[in-house]
């Protein structure tokens, strides 16, 4: 549809996706100085945009509303105009609350693509919704989204009204955690199991995840692993209590261990379980040990190396992908921190880029600066946050206000073949063979103990340091009383 010919101009034949960048060209021209759309260019020599007039472009682009110059979308009317007229119809149809409607007409009228919008309410949910809101059945509030259901037409509107200010910011995942929890918890028949399991996710997860909690900026991480464990602690219970008609209080290491050694590994997500428990004075009796991977994934140094210049050089994925992934080949760093990066961590001194991933900003190195830069000035996604308000991201959703989902990096970065996790621990492990360890966790955010642990399986440690630095010197760097 994008590419199909939408208009013959003089001289010229257009797409709709020409047509439409063309007539969101605006400023003055420079034949005639007129104030307006650009949509046209001088010749062939001179590709500078022109007016209407200048270009010889025949038709009417002046919306019969605002006046202002663009595309028509309507009778007569752009699509702000044509979108205004549409949410008055609904919104203003009787309203419970006329101002807080008024206020949401702004706001969705204020996005940069009008037409996103005249799309997106043309499903029927969102016109359910729209009008629930207009008559007061679902209150502008987190909650009351959050009772009308699920749905991307529900995010969307949120992410929307947060950005705007009409709804404060929240913890997303912090809130969908919170329904599935009372949802799990209220699936539950049996006390035995049900009054542990809340105690432990009320008083362990809950309140850990309430105090980390950074509306905006968090990721699903902590919630996933909350969500397994409490998922396996459930089934532990419940095999307790049908297979030795007994609780937690009253189970022993015997029963324990029977359970771990009958089945997956996941079933050692019970450990926290019972740190709690012991805590908490419930089950002091009963002792799991961490569990060590019996492998940690790598890959060669070569493979590495490859990757690294096919993301830099070659074209199997789009630029933000590309750069997500040299992040995390470069600098070991995890998706769920590159998809929350923000503009702010990328800076100039001293003509070079630098980037912000732990203490202090360290250098980026060609030619990855300038796939950075290049990237940090054509960010997708800019259109969605609408009006004059900016996104802070690297890496924008398509959702207003927020990062993308880095679980979507995972998706596409394995798509074309990256193992992830051996990417990772092989670029780390390749740093901390260079660098000292603890000045590798200053400089990408990891703590000591983690780049420890990799020198340890690199094989590297403080002696190595030591021993390069006190290498005996050349025959050239000794003093005449040596030889």
């Not at 046209?40 to 001179?46: A, N, Q, S």
């Not at 009787?94 to 043309?122: F, G, H, N, Y």
């Not at 189970?251 to 324990?256: A, E, F, G, M, S």
């Amino acid at each position: 549809m994008a590419n199909k010919l939408r208009v013959y101009w003089p001289g010229d034949q257009l797409c709709h996706s020409c047509f439409y960048t063309a007539m969101r060209t605006h400023g003055i021209c420079p034949n005639c100085g007129h104030d307006g759309v650009l949509p046209g260019r001088t010749d062939d020599t001179d590709s500078r945009p022109v007016c209407l007039t200048c270009a010889g472009i025949p038709g009417d682009f002046t919306c019969r509303t605002c006046h202002g110059e663009g595309e028509i979308y309507r009778r007569g009317r752009c699509a702000r105009c044509a979108l205004r007229e549409d949410l008055c119809k609904i919104l203003l149809h009787d309203p419970a609350d006329l101002s807080a409607m008024q206020a949401l007409i702004e706001v969705l009228c204020a996005v940069e693509r009008p037409e996103s919008i005249l799309t997106w309410k043309r499903n029927q949910q969102v016109l359910e919704l729209l009008g629930g809101i207009n008559s007061g059945a679902i209150s502008l509030t987190h909650d009351g989204l959050t009772a009308a259901g699920s749905g991307r037409h529900i995010d969307h509107l949120r992410s929307l009204l947060q950005h705007h200010g009409l709804l404060p910011q929240r913890d997303e995942h912090l809130a969908r955690f919170e329904v599935w929890l009372a949802a799990k918890i209220d699936a539950i028949d049996s006390p035995t199991v049900r009054t542990p399991v809340e105690q432990f996710a009320t008083w362990h997860h809950l309140r850990r995840l309430r105090s980390e909690s950074r509306p905006g900026q968090s990721s699903d991480g902590p919630k996933r692993s909350a969500k397994q464990e409490i998922t396996e602690t459930v089934k532990f219970l419940t095999w307790l209590e049908q297979t030795h008609q007994c609780t937690v209080a009253d189970c022993t290491q015997q029963d324990v261990d029977e359970y771990l050694a009958s089945g997956p590994t996941t079933r050692h997500l019970i450990r926290t379980f019972f740190i709690w428990a012991k805590k908490s004075k419930i089950n002091v009796a009963v002792q799991i040990g961490f569990r060590d991977a019996k492998t940690s994934p790598t890959i060669t140094q070569d493979q590495r190396l490859a990757w690294l210049k096919e993301l830099l050089t070659g074209d199997s994925e789009s630029l933000p992908y590309r750069v997500a992934g040299v992040l995390l080949l470069l600098y070991a760093q995890p998706l769920t921190k590159i998809a929350a990066l923000q503009s702010t961590a990328i800076s100039q001194a001293d003509g070079e880029t630098r980037i912000a991933l732990g203490k202090d900003p360290i250098p980026v190195p060609e030619p990855f600066a300038s796939q950075l830069n290049y990237h940090l000035r054509h960010r997708p996604n800019l259109r969605t946050t609408g009006g004059a308000v900016g996104t802070p991201w690297l890496f924008p959703s398509s959702r207003p206000g927020r990062h993308i989902d880095p679980q979507a990096v995972m998706m596409r970065l394995r798509g074309v073949g990256i193992n992830l996790q051996g990417a990772r621990n092989t670029a780390l492990q390749t740093l901390v063979s260079e660098i000292p360890a603890p000045l590798v966790a200053e400089m990408l955010g990891y703590s000591d103990q983690v780049t420890q642990k990799h020198a340890d399986l690199a094989g590297t440690t403080w002696a190595n340091y030591a021993s390069s630095r006190n290498a005996a010197p050349s025959r050239s760097e000794r003093t005449d009383g040596s030889n």
